[in-house]
């Protein structure tokens, strides 16, 4: 599954230098929220943003810790 080129998840993807067993380092979602919101997407929390849910966004690609 490969994500729209101009879509916060393939941004994130390539952010978070996602390996090839689909592991990065952790990361707080404030971080990554702060970081969308620096490069001009809407924010990833509250509002029911989609971005790690498990049916959508990269949830369907990779295993979310929380």
């Known amino acids: ?3 729209k080129s101009t879509s916060v998840s393939a941004f994130l993807e390539k952010e ?3 390996d090839l067993n689909g592991v990065s380092e952790w ?3 404030t ?5 969308v919101i620096s490069k001009g997407f809407q ?3 509250g509002n029911g943003s989609p ?3 498990n049916d959508r966004g ?6 979310i810790e929380e």
Do not use: A, H, T
């Open 31 to 35: 971080e990554l929220n702060d970081l």
């Open 58 to 63: 990269m949830g369907k690609k990779y295993e």
């Open 51 to 53: 971005v790690f849910q």
């Open 43 to 45: 924010s990833i929390v």
């Open 16 to 18: 978070m230098k996602i």
């Open 1 to 3: 599954m490969n994500f």
């Open 27 to 29: 990361f707080k979602v």
